[in-house]
Structures are given as structure tokens and as C-alpha cells.
């Protein structure tokens, strides 16, 4: 299973609501990340989880949450979301957090806060 | 972008030609990697390449990588329309984690 799976594919969300995102891998990879993917723009990293613990935040805002409950799954909760954080949000796994590890990505959830 | 960029932006070529792209980048880096990207969806990995390596090939697909210009180049032939997407070259640091290039949309035609 090389798999990285992500849900919900779509999410419309109104700016007071709370959601999660979900990602699951049983690949046994030890990293996971959390990009965030504007239209025509390449990935910005937000989050890396090494170990079940977090690695990096690039400063994001704490609006969105970030969660590892365990070794094979990785959440994003969202809370009080801006109409401009809409955007597609890809998950990614790999083997270590090393660099230079080939990283699998899920097929993303994309995003419309109203 | 402040860190890096690929060009060309969007490249457009028929079927059973060869598309080249470029990645430039502006820090140290251990690997570099290419990925692809179909409309909307997640990106597939494609080659890795090592900060000590120079060039490497995987089927269609050739990479090099030159240090001292801080540049790779990806070269795709004999395209086929089924090679339309984007592409993403992602440059890693020992700090372990990986910056996008900008990327290249690549149309092949029929």
C-alpha cells in the first residue's frame, strides 16, 4: 500500500464553523506534512510531524491546528477560517524526515471557506 | 520567487518532442527532486537527485543537477499528451524540509 489518503476530497466550510482534516498512511513512514496549495502556485510547506511529534511550523496561524494521534494518521483542525485560506491542502508522508526521502502525497482536500 | 524559480512558466510542445524545464534555487542543498502535478490534484514523485550526483535517468526522464549555478534541469522525451501537467522541481536541507520551485505547465499536444 503506497498510499497517502486524505478526507474529505471537498470541504465548504463558513468562517465560524470548526471542521478536520484527515490523513492516513500505513506505509510506516515516520514523516508526515501538512502543504498548503494556492490556484497556480506551488506548495507551501506549513507543518512536519517526525516521530508523532512536531518538527516544524512555518508560522502558521492558529487558526489551524495541527494533530498526530498516532504513527499512521495526521488531522488539521480548522478553526475560524478567512475566506483567503482557501486553498488545496495536501498531506504528505516519507520515510524519515531527512531530506532526501522520496515524499508520497495524498490527492489533497480542497477547500472553500465562506 | 525569493527562494527559487523554474522556467519556463508554461511550455507547450506536440507530441514526440522533448520538453525541457529549469529549476533554479538560492540556499545549500542536500537532494533535489522533481514531481508532477495533474490538474488540481496531488503531486507524484518522480527522480531524486543527490547533491554529489550530476545527472541520473529514470525512463524518459533525465535530471542534472549543477551545484556551483544552483540549477537542475528536467528533461522529459519523446512527450506524449498524457505527460500534461505540472511540473514542480523541491530542493531539500539538512534542516528536513523541502522548498518548492514555482513550477512549469507543460501542454503536450496531440
Known amino acids: 500500500d503506497t498510499e497517502v489518503t486524505q478526507t474529505p476530497k471537498h470541504l465548504v466550510m463558513g468562517m465560524t464553523n470548526k471542521k478536520s482534516l484527515k490523513c492516513e498512511q500505513h506505509?510506516?513512514?515516520?514523516?508526515m506534512y501538512w502543504y498548503k496549495q494556492k490556484a497556480k502556485k506551488p506548495p507551501e510547506l506549513m507543518f512536519v510531524y517526525s516521530y508523532e511529534k512536531l518538527s516544524i511550523n512555518e508560522s502558521v496561524p492558529s487558526r489551524f491546528s495541527p494533530e498526530c494521534p498516532n504513527s499512521s494518521l495526521l488531522n488539521l483542525h480548522l478553526h475560524a477560517l478567512q475566506p483567503e485560506d482557501s486553498a488545496l491542502y495536501l498531506c504528505?508522508?516519507?520515510?524519515?524526515?531527512?531530506?532526501?526521502?522520496?515524499?508520497?502525497f495524498g490527492q489533497g482536500t480542497r477547500l472553500t471557506v465562506v | 520567487s525569493q527562494q527559487g524559480e523554474e522556467d519556463p512558466q508554461a511550455l507547450s510542445i506536440q507530441e514526440g518532442e522533448n520538453a525541457t524545464m529549469n529549476c533554479s534555487y538560492k540556499?545549500?542543498?542536500?537532494?533535489l527532486q522533481w514531481y508532477r502535478q495533474n490538474s488540481g490534484r496531488g503531486l507524484v514523485h518522480l527522480i531524486l537527485?543527490?547533491?554529489?550526483?550530476r545527472e541520473k535517468h529514470s525512463g524518459r526522464l533525465r535530471v542534472t543537477l549543477d551545484t556551483s549555478k544552483k540549477s537542475s534541469s528536467l528533461l522529459i522525451t519523446a512527450s506524449r499528451a498524457a505527460d500534461t501537467a505540472s511540473y514542480f522541481c523541491a530542493w531539500g536541507t539538512n534542516a528536513g524540509k523541502s522548498t518548492f520551485g514555482d513550477g512549469t505547465t507543460l501542454t503536450v499536444k496531440p
Open positions: 504528505a508522508s516519507s520515510r524519515e524526515q531527512e531530506a532526501g526521502t522520496e515524499a508520497f
Open positions: 537527485i543527490r547533491s554529489n550526483e
Open positions: 540556499t545549500s542543498i542536500n537532494n
Open positions: 506505509m510506516g513512514h515516520r514523516a
